[in-house]
Nanobody
């Protein structure tokens, strides 16, 4: 599975951005998908995940109620809609794919097998 993330940019606090992650590969529709973020010098942080069947979504407490993860399997694309952005949301955002078995996607980065290149989100105060 190959992943290409896009949609990052500079936005003011309170604004919105939508990240996209285009997936390619023969198994791209059968994988769980997740978004993570990382600030230089800090560990990569889980943000959100969506199950392979698109029926379940999961969020880190820090983004719950503000971010929405979704997927369009016809387009092999996963989205992260980010609303009410805060300066502390500033980070490089990565999408990832997991071939883990079961209905619930992993919420730790070691559970993911494929990673995109990252897209920078900067939120100014």
């Amino acid at each position: 599975v190959q992943l290409q993330a896009s949609g990052g940019g500079l936005v003011r606090a309170g604004g919105s951005l939508r990240l996209s992650c285009a997936a390619s590969g023969r198994t791209s529709r059968s994988v769980h998908m997740g978004w993570f973020r990382q600030v230089p010098g800090k560990e990569r942080q889980y943000v959100a995940a969506i199950a392979s069947n698109s029926e379940s979504t999961y969020y880190a407490d820090s983004v719950k109620g503000r971010f929405t993860i979704s997927r369009d399997n016809a387009k092999n694309t996963v989205y992260l809609q980010m609303n009410s952005l805060k300066p502390e949301d500033t980070a490089v955002y990565f999408c990832a794919a997991s071939r883990a078995l079961g209905s619930r996607p992993p919420t730790v980065d070691v559970g993911y097998d494929y990673w995109g290149q990252g897209t920078l989100v900067t939120v100014s105060s």
